[in-house]
């Protein structure tokens, strides 16, 4: 099973759409979790933390089920700047960060 | 607002070459990282280091990989003999501590080698 996984889309959306994300993970000892952006060959950068309460900044809101292993991403009112790789991150006990293969947003006019 | 930064941009080298490849992390951070992500593949992490140590490796990270913090502001990741499967984006990543706070990552370093 791989540690982190997510689906690679791409997900194809008009602007003003909402889109979600979904991802699993395989260490139940994982200490922390994160949504990163990556555009085309550029470096990963934090999008938000993901708290277990849930947390919302702006038009993203990211849910975290411990239970299940399973992390969410919700974005409202695509916009065209939107369209990037959304990178669902794992931080394990040893402090290292582990990555998804990301998964593909293509927002449209 | 501070930055991590990486040299050179792109690296092209002959296969059995050493490569060294730079950053100079956050000024004020104190762990610090390389990752390494293949074109189309997951990025994937190399080495952390802390306090003058390698305070954890992958099993990417083999005999021909070192790293170095030769002086208070730069760290280095040093291939000594480069593969072709070593051609990769390499990014550098710096943390104020381990626990909670973010990795801010460095532009990457584009490594082709022939």
């Known amino acids: 099973r791989k540690e982190v996984e997510q689906d690679p889309g791409p997900f194809n959306v008009p602007e003003g759409a909402t889109v979600a994300f979904n991802c699993t993970y395989s260490?139940?000892?994982?200490?922390?979790f994160f949504w990163y952006r990556q555009d085309c060959r550029k470096e990963p950068k934090l999008l938000m933390s993901v708290y277990s309460s849930g947390n919302e900044d702006g038009r993203f809101t990211a849910q975290l089920n411990r239970a299940s292993q399973y992390i969410s991403l919700l974005i409202r009112d695509s916009k065209l700047s939107d369209s990037a790789t959304y990178l669902c991150?794992?931080?394990?006990?040893?402090?290292?960060?582990?990555f998804g293969a990301g998964t593909r947003l293509a927002v449209h006019p | 607002e501070p930055e991590v930064t990486q040299t050179p941009s792109h690296q092209v080298t002959q296969m059995g070459q050493e490569v060294i490849l730079r950053c100079v992390p956050i000024s004020n951070h104190l762990y610090f990282y390389w990752y390494r992500q293949i074109l189309g593949q997951k990025v994937e992490f190399l080495v952390s280091f802390y306090n003058n140590e390698i305070s954890e490796k992958s099993e990417i990270f083999d005999d021909q990989f070192s790293v170095e913090r030769p002086d208070g502001s730069n760290f280095t990741l040093k291939i000594r003999s480069t593969k072709l499967e070593d051609s990769a984006m390499y990014f550098c990543a710096s943390s104020a501590d381990s626990a909670w706070n973010e990795q801010f990552f460095g532009p990457g370093t584009r490594l082709t080698v022939l």
């Open positions: 991150v794992v931080k394990d006990p040893y402090n290292k960060l582990i």
């Open positions: 260490n139940s000892a994982s200490q922390s």
